[in-house]
């Protein structure tokens, strides 16, 4: 988790606003080992001087693990966590035995969890949810109005020839589910990808995507239309590419006002381990 200063304080005062239900010793205890860095440098002094504007940023306290989902964040308002690919966001009818909203009203024993958001079954990474109905509408609002920030790691096949650029289109979807451009405009939902190139190899390119709107399928659509499908999507690629037997699209960052507490929260979910087949290894990218 990232906090920017916007006032000078010390780092203890910083760390009890990013974290208000933790106690000193706990904090201090981060402190100690190491886990807080200011404006990427450890520091270990709880009486540190934070200057308005440096980040604050951390190894969180703990980290748990539930039927494979690991919970990056929790407070008495929000969850957030790191989504495993092949997994289904929200259930798609009644059937649906195994989704990521149901295993996080089980982990926490409650059913006052909502979606706010989703991400598609083959994708990994970032996603957040309400706990108590009092978030519930200020995320929607959010996510609406797209007051936030989406970042995605994409690895598509071919050449992307630029190094950065915008894909645009309105997007429609279709009978059997699928999702297509239309560029008649009054048709379809405006959807707007931004992507950047970080790297380049004889069969791939390697993306950051940045979404302006959260269309259904968007990256994904945008993505083959411009000739260059995400590598394992079935859906919308080539289905005999599948070196790692999932789709290679990840939820990267999710950075965005918490709906209660008013705060700027940046969430983030470290390149795949099986994205290592290509190279990348699994950290956290640079912004």
Not at 34 to 40: C, F, L, P, Q
Not at 117 to 123: C, N, Q, V
Not at 183 to 200: P, Q, W
Request: hydrophobic share 35%.
């Amino acid at each position: 988790m990232k906090y920017i200063a916007t006032k000078t304080t010390t780092l203890l005062d910083a760390l009890q606003e990013m974290y208000p239900d933790s106690s000193k010793s706990t904090l201090r205890k981060m402190l100690k080992h190491h886990r807080v860095y200011v404006d990427g440098i450890s520091i270990i002094k709880s009486n540190h001087p934070v200057e308005i504007g440096q980040e604050v940023s951390d190894i969180p306290i703990t980290k748990t693990t539930f039927r494979g989902v690991e919970i990056l964040y929790e407070d008495r308002d929000i969850i957030v966590v790191n989504k495993p690919a092949k997994m289904l966001s929200t259930p798609l009818d009644e059937r649906d035995s195994s989704h990521l909203l149901g295993i996080l009203r089980e982990h926490f024993r409650t059913q006052n969890i909502f979606a706010v958001h989703r991400l598609d079954k083959e994708a990994s990474g970032v996603m957040v949810f309400a706990r108590g109905k009092n978030a519930v509408k200020p995320l929607n609002v959010l996510f609406k109005k797209h007051d936030l920030t989406r970042e995605y790691i994409a690895i598509v096949q071919g050449t992307v020839k630029d190094d950065k650029g915008t894909w645009e289109s309105n997007l429609i979807e279709l009978e059997n589910y699928n999702v297509r451009s239309t560029y008649n405009d009054e048709e379809g939902k405006k959807a707007i990808t931004h992507y950047s190139v970080f790297r380049r190899s004889a069969k791939f390119s390697f993306l950051k995507i940045t979404l302006e709107t959260g269309r259904k399928h968007q990256i994904r659509v945008h993505c083959k239309e411009a000739g260059n499908p995400i590598v394992g999507d079935k859906r919308y690629g080539d289905k005999t590419c599948d070196p790692i037997k999932r789709m290679c699209l990840h939820a990267s960052t999710l950075e965005f006002v918490h709906p209660i507490k008013e705060k700027k929260m940046t969430f983030t979910a470290p390149i795949p381990q099986p994205f290592s087949k290509f190279g990348l290894m699994p950290k956290v990218m640079s912004r």
